[in-house]
T-cell receptor, first 119, second 113 residues
Framework: GAVVSQHPSRVICKSGTSVKIECRSL??????MFWYRQFPKQSLMLMAT?????????EQGVEKDKFLINHASLTLSTLTVTSAHPEDSSFYIC???????????????FGPGTRLTVT | GDSVTQMEGPVTLSEEACLTI???????????LFWYVQYPGEGLQLLLK?????DKGSNKGFEATYRKETTSFHLEKGSVQVSDSAVYFC????????????FGTGTLLAVQP
C-alpha cells in the first residue's frame, strides 16, 4: 500500500529556534498533502493544505508566517515551525492524497507523525 | 459547517465482547465517510470507508454502514481482541475540490484479556 514517511519522528528544540519537518510519499505521487496538529487526547486539527508547486492554503486561525509550508515536489512537503515556543509543542502529522479506486473519492495516507517539544 | 460527533471514551471491553462506537455527522452535501485507527505511537491508518448511502465498509472484522436517514456511521465488531486496542476516529470528506477530512474527537478502546 501507499506509504508516507515523516522525519524526524521526534525533535526537541529550544524556544526561539526553527524546526523543519519533512513529509514524503514513498511509492506514489502526491499532488496534495495535508498538515495536521494533534493535541494530547484530542482529534486532528487540519492546519493547511499543501499543493505541489503552489502556495499552501491555511485553515482559519493558523499563522502562515509561523508555520511555513513548502511543497516543492510531488513526493515531498515540508513544515517549518519558525521561532518555536513551548505552546507549539505538539504532535504534527502529515498526509498525502492519492486517487482512490472509487472515482472521485480520494484517500489520504498518513505519516507516523512528529513529536515536537519546545523547551 | 460540516462536523463529526463520536462517542467519548474510553471504552473498556473484555476480549471477545461486542463493540459499537457511535458516530454521527452533519454535512451539507453527500460526504464520504471513514473510520481511521491509531495504534499507540503510530500514525493513522484507514480502517474502512463508505462513499454513498447504504454502503457498508468492512475490514479486519469491523463494519460500518452509511445511514443517510440517521446521518450515522457506527463502527461495530462482533468479537474484539486485545490487539484492537487503539484510538478510533470517525471522519468525513466532502466531494469538493479539496476533499478535506473532518475528524471526530476519537474514541479510545481498551480491550482487556
Amino acid at each position: 500500500g501507499a506509504v508516507v514517511s515523516q522525519h524526524p519522528s521526534r525533535v526537541i528544540c529550544k524556544s526561539g529556534t526553527s524546526v523543519k519537518i519533512e513529509c514524503r510519499s514513498l511509492d506514489f505521487q502526491a499532488t496534495t498533502m495535508f498538515w495536521y496538529r494533534q493535541f494530547p487526547k484530542q482529534s486532528l486539527m487540519l492546519m493547511a493544505t499543501s499543493n505541489e508547486g503552489s502556495k499552501a492554503t491555511y485553515e482559519q486561525g493558523v499563522e502562515k508566517d509561523k508555520f511555513l509550508i513548502n511543497h516543492a515536489s510531488l513526493t515531498l512537503s515540508t513544515l517549518t515551525v519558525t521561532s518555536a515556543h513551548p505552546e507549539d509543542s505538539s504532535f504534527y502529522i502529515c498526509s498525502a492524497r492519492d486517487k482512490g479506486t472509487s472515482g472521485s473519492v480520494y484517500e489520504q495516507y498518513f505519516g507516523p507523525g512528529t513529536r515536537l517539544t519546545v523547551t | 459547517g460540516d462536523s463529526v460527533t463520536q462517542m467519548e471514551g474510553p471504552v473498556t471491553l473484555s476480549e471477545e465482547a461486542c463493540l459499537t462506537i457511535n458516530c454521527t455527522y452533519t454535512a451539507t452535501g453527500y460526504p464520504s465517510l471513514f473510520w481511521y485507527v491509531q495504534y499507540p505511537g503510530e500514525g493513522l491508518q484507514l480502517l474502512l470507508k463508505a462513499t454513498k448511502a447504504d454502503d457498508k465498509g468492512s475490514n479486519k472484522g469491523f463494519e460500518a454502514t452509511y445511514r443517510k436517514e440517521t446521518t450515522s456511521f457506527h463502527l461495530e465488531k462482533g468479537s474484539v481482541q486485545v490487539s484492537d486496542s487503539a484510538v478510533y476516529f470517525c471522519a468525513l470528506s466532502d466531494r469538493g475540490a479539496t476533499n478535506k477530512l473532518i475528524f471526530g474527537t476519537g474514541t479510545l478502546l481498551a480491550v482487556q484479556p
